[in-house]
């Protein structure tokens, strides 16, 4: 086995694609905090500290009131302190009992107790701490960070159409990315590159470029591209596609909007075989040609279907529901050139009105919604369950891809931040609503501190359990797809 390290050039893109990852969910855990920061002051809790990362502090920006806002060491979200969380925590009354051993000592006033170097345990009124606070006041301080986090995820995708656009359901003559190997690679396309012309026919859009490589198989062509302004001349010979069972030519997926088909569990690599809708049983014409799988998307859009593709040799029925088009935008995915360039084509990028990028915030949401029920019901959802791993290659993906993939990832992560809170787990936001129904259905009797302790210590052992699953499942996937096809 040969062991190539990697180049220079492609650590640097992996720490780029790192540092967006930790920005992105900066300010997504971030806006998730402060979110629970803004109704506890509503509610009158006192705050003690608001930060931005974790571990040791480097930086205290303010302190208002009895708030610090700090910046720590290490670039991975944040925090916000509320008074009375923590179990370590005591009130002052408390406090001061505990000191002199007495409830009856007129001096226990005069007499504060904070312990030496932690000043984030100083006692607090009790009457300002979160559990001292009504049941629904300290629900709607906990529910906070998920809504804020779902409300951060529709602003992104309501502004992205606004502001960065969206795909307008055209690719283009630009070249996305190239996958390393292809005759494109061997010949010398960069991620950027404009090609203008095959030979001596201009290019003008993606569908030209996608025909006359396909009418160029195994023969030697030259390609002129658009570089840094400047034209440049590269030389390949395109080959072919094809399935080793039908000889046809195979229409291979290569980058795709994790919005839109991503959603259904396709993913690079897949060869897309058919689309039928559940309407129509008989409808199994193959997919061969791009073309034919962009025209196969749009004629049953909005209906109920199953896209069948092949991986790693077996055929995958996946269930979805395909979105409909609209005027201004339509559901796309870069292909492989049948020709065999193996690289992915970029697609036209539409700025809309904000009344329309309203409208397409509405859209993604649903679908989102749609997707994941379909997800559920098809028990495919661990297969597009990803941790750490997963984020890092989605990051990298959009990356490559361009802006509008970065934004949209961003909302989706923050929409997934906020369902993921939700879920009924001790620990996460949803555990903390579960222990309030339960002292909801118990008429306002609280679970006693072990009970507490052991809600606690049972949703760390599910976080953790989970965690190891979701990476190893990462891992798993990731090795899967290096493999020799």
Not at 133 to 146: Q, V, Y
């Amino acid at each position: 086995m040969n062991f190539h390290f990697p180049s220079f050039q492609a650590i640097f893109e992996n720490l780029q694609h790192v540092i967006v990852l930790l920005i992105i969910l900066s300010i997504l855990v971030v806006a998730h905090e402060w979110g629970h920061f803004i109704v506890a002051r509503m509610c009158g809790m006192r705050v003690d500290d608001f930060s931005v990362g974790m571990g040791k502090r480097i930086w205290r920006v303010a302190k208002r009131g009895n708030t610090e806002y700090n910046v720590r060491m290490l670039p991975i979200g944040g925090f916000v302190k509320i008074a009375g969380m923590d179990a370590d925590e005591e009130p002052i009354n408390v406090a001061k009992e505990k000191l002199l051993g007495r409830k009856d000592d007129p001096d226990a006033a005069e007499i504060p107790l904070v312990a030496e170097n932690t000043p984030e345990l100083e006692p607090y009124n009790e009457a300002d701490g979160f559990n001292a606070k009504p049941l629904w006041m300290r629900s709607l301080t906990i529910l906070a960070g998920p809504v804020m986090s779902f409300i951060l995820g529709y602003a992104i995708f309501c502004l992205m159409g606004w502001t960065v656009g969206v795909s307008a359901g055209k690719t283009l003559n630009r070249v996305a990315v190239v996958m390393p190997g292809g005759e494109g690679f061997k010949a010398g396309l960069l991620t950027g590159d404009t090609i203008v012309k095959i030979d001596d026919k201009p290019i003008t859009n993606g569908a030209e470029m996608v025909d006359t490589i396909r009418h160029s198989l195994n023969k030697p062509i030259a390609i002129t591209v658009l570089r840094n302004g400047q034209e440049k001349l590269l030389h390949a010979t395109p080959q072919p596609l094809y399935d080793d069972d039908t000889h046809k030519p195979m229409t291979v997926v290569d980058v795709i909007n994790p919005g839109g088909l991503a959603a259904f569990g396709v993913t690079a690599g897949d060869e897309l075989r058919a689309i039928i809708p559940d309407s129509d049983k008989e409808a199994s014409d193959a997919l061969q040609t791009p073309a034919e799988a962009l025209d196969a998307l749009k004629k049953y859009a909005g209906q109920k279907s199953k896209i069948y593709v092949v991986r790693k040799g077996d055929v995958k029925p996946l269930p979805a529901v395909l979105p409909a088009a609209t005027p201004d935008t339509t559901p796309t995915f870069s292909i492989r050139t049948p020709g065999g360039l193996k690289f992915g084509m970029d697609a036209e990028v539409k700025h809309l009105s904000f009344v329309n990028s309203i409208k397409f915030g509405n859209e993604m949401i649903v679908l989102l919604f749609k997707n994941l029920g379909m997800l559920i019901k098809s028990h495919k959802f661990h297969e597009q369950t990803g941790g750490v791993i997963r984020m890092y290659q989605e990051t990298s993906r959009a990356s490559k891809v361009n802006i509008n993939e970065e934004v949209s990832l961003a909302a989706q992560l923050s929409i997934s931040l906020a369902l993921f809170n939700l879920l009924p787990i001790p620990i996460l936001d949803g555990g903390h609503l579960l222990t309030f129904f339960i002292e909801w259905v118990r008429r306002g009797k609280k679970l006693t501190e072990r009970q507490q302790q052991a809600f606690m210590l049972t949703g760390l052992v599910i976080i953790g359990t989970l965690f190891i699953l979701i990476n190893a499942n990462d891992i798993l996937r990731t090795i899967h797809h290096q493999l020799p096809q």
